[in-house]
C-alpha cells in the first residue's frame, strides 16, 4: 500500500506515481472534442462553470488532432520535466459523451501514439457521474489487468443537492451514487472525484462533508478546486452582475486544510488548487499564484498540526 511519507502532511499525487514506477510521470492532457449532454454546442451552454473549452485545453477547437498533441505533450515533458513517462488524461468536456466503441477506439490510437514518444504509464478518463457507462468500465478493467494506471476521474464538484442544482450540473447525487457503485465493483479502475470549494449557498463545511462521503464510499483520489470564474462561462455574467463572489485564498485554504483531515488517509492527492490564468481567469487573482496557495495550505496544516485523515473516521 502507498502511504504517506514523514516529509508530507497528504498524500502527494506526485510521489505515488515516483514511488509506483520508480521515476517522475507527468500527465498529458488531450481533447477529443467529445462534447457534453448537458452544453448546446462545444463552445455554449453546460454547467455554470463551464467555459468553451470545456474545462480542457481546446485543441480540439484549435484543429490539433490527437497525435499532435501527443507529441507536443511528450516535447513539453522532456523539456521541462526531464521525463518521458506519461499518464494519458482524457480531459476536456465529458470523454464518454461518444459511443464506447469509437472512445475506445481512440484511446487504443493513442496509447499506439505514445509509444512513437515516450512511454505511457496509464490513462485517465475524464467523465460525467452520468455518464458512465457498463460498457466503458468493462474495458478500462481490461486496461488495468494489462498493467496500466487506470483512472476514471469523475466530475462530481459536491455531494449537497443544493450545489449541484446551483452549479446547473443537469444530475443529482442519486447519479453520483449509481455510478460509484459499479465503479467500485469492478477491478483495477482506480477513481479520482473532482470537488469544488465555495458554491454560493452550500454549508460551510460543505468541501470536508463532500470528501468524507466519498472516502466511505472507496474513491482513490480527489482533486479539490475552488469555484473560480472563467471568460465566457455562465459564471462570468453572475460575477459581473453582483450575484458570485469567490472565496479568498485564506478562505479556501482552510475549506481545503478541513478537507484533508476528513479524507481517508491513503486517498491520493491529486490536485490542490486549479490551474487558470488570464485572459481565461476572470477571478479569483489570487489563483495565478499556484505555489503561494500551495504553501498556503502546508503552512496551515504545520500550523495545525494536522494531517490528511487526521478525522475522516471520527
Known amino acids: ?46 454547467c455554470v462553470f463551464c467555459d468553451s473549452l470545456g474545462g480542457g485545453s481546446g485543441a480540439h477547437l484549435a484543429g490539433i488532432g490527437l497525435e499532435k498533441q501527443i507529441q507536443l505533450g511528450y516535447e513539453r515533458l522532456k523539456k521541462r520535466y526531464k521525463t518521458d513517462s506519461a499518464i494519458l488524461y482524457f480531459q476536456s468536456y465529458s470523454t464518454t459523451n461518444i459511443a464506447t466503441g469509437e472512445l475506445v477506439e481512440i484511446i487504443e490510437r493513442a496509447l499506439e501514439f505514445s509509444g512513437n514518444h515516450g512511454t505511457a504509464a496509464g490513462i485517465a478518463i475524464g467523465a460525467r457521474p452520468d455518464q458512465v457507462p457498463d460498457e466503458m468500465l468493462e474495458y478500462l478493467e481490461d486496461l488495468a489487468a494489462s498493467g ?9 464538484q459536491t455531494t449537497d443537492p443544493s450545489g449541484l442544482k446551483w452549479l446547473n450540473r443537469g444530475h443529482g447525487l442519486s447519479e453520483v451514487e ?41 474513491i482513490d483520489g480527489v482533486k479539490f478546486h475552488p469555484l473560480h470564474v472563467l471568460s465566457g462561462a455562465p459564471l462570468e455574467k453572475l460575477y459581473r452582475g453582483g450575484g458570485f463572489s469567490p472565496l479568498s485564498m485564506e478562505e479556501y485554504v482552510d475549506n481545503v486544510v478541513e478537507a484533508l483531515q476528513m479524507t481517508r488517509p491513503n486517498v491520493v492527492v491529486q490536485r490542490l488548487a486549479a490551474d ?13 499564484d499556484k505555489t503561494s496557495v500551495l504553501k498556503a495550505i502546508d503552512d496551515k496544516l504545520i500550523q495545525l498540526d494536522a494531517r490528511q485523515g487526521d478525522k475522516w473516521d471520527s
Open 1 to 46: 500500500m502507498i502511504t504517506q511519507k514523514n516529509s508530507y502532511r497528504y498524500l502527494k499525487w506526485s510521489s505515488v506515481l515516483r514511488e509506483r514506477w520508480g521515476k517522475r510521470v507527468q500527465k498529458i492532457t488531450l481533447d477529443i472534442g467529445a462534447g457534453c449532454p448537458h452544453r448546446k454546442s462545444l463552445t455554449s451552454g453546460g
Open 148 to 156: 496500466l494506471e487506470t483512472w476514471l476521474e469523475l466530475g462530481v
Open 178 to 218: 449509481d455510478s460509484l457503485k459499479r465503479i467500485r465493483k469492478r477491478k483495477g479502475i482506480s477513481l479520482c472525484a473532482h470537488l469544488i470549494a465555495g458554491i454560493p449557498g452550500e454549508k460551510r463545511h460543505q468541501l470536508c462533508l463532500s470528501s468524507k462521503w466519498l472516502s466511505e464510499r472507496g
Open 276 to 288: 487558470a490564468s488570464p485572459p481565461r481567469l476572470v477571478a479569483p487573482a489570487w489563483l495565478t
